[in-house]
Nanobody, 125 residues
Framework: VQLQASGGGLVQAGGSLRLSCAAS????????MTWFRQAPGKDLEFVAG????????QYAESVKGRFSISRDTSENTVYLQMNSLKPEDTAAYYC???????????????????WGQGTLVTVSS
């Protein structure tokens, strides 16, 4: 299985972007598909996750109410709709897949064994 992330770009503060992460192969109910991000000089940070088996979602406090994660089963793709973007959202965004994750593990990058390439999001002030 491979992950292909896309949708990054340059946007003004207050604007919107939608990121996509397409997974090859067949959808797997055991998967959790999640977005992380890494700003220059900072650590990798959890953004949002979607657990397929119960369709539950989880968000970082910093993006709640602004970002929304969803999944298209037919295309085995997860989307991250980002609204009201702020300059502090500037980062390389990475999608990742983990299997059989419990709720408390979703936000930890060490539980993910498959990663896509990053897509860069730049928010200008």
């Amino acid at each position: 299985v491979q992950l292909q992330a896309s949708g990054g770009g340059l946007v003004q503060a207050g604007g919107s972007l939608r990121l996509s992460c397409a997974a090859s192969g067949r959808p797997d109910r055991a998967n959790t598909m999640t977005w992380f991000r890494q700003a220059p000089g900072k650590d990798l940070e959890f953004v949002a996750g979607f657990r397929w088996r119960d369709r539950s979602t989880q968000y970082a406090e910093s993006v709640k109410g602004r970002f929304s994660i969803s999944r298209d089963t037919s295309e085995n793709t997860v989307y991250l709709q980002m609204n009201s973007l702020k300059p502090e959202d500037t980062a390389a965004y990475y999608c990742a897949v983990g299997r059989n994750l419990i709720t408390s593990s979703i936000s930890s990058s060490r539980h993910y064994n498959l990663w896509g390439q990053g897509t860069l999001v730049t928010v200008s002030s």
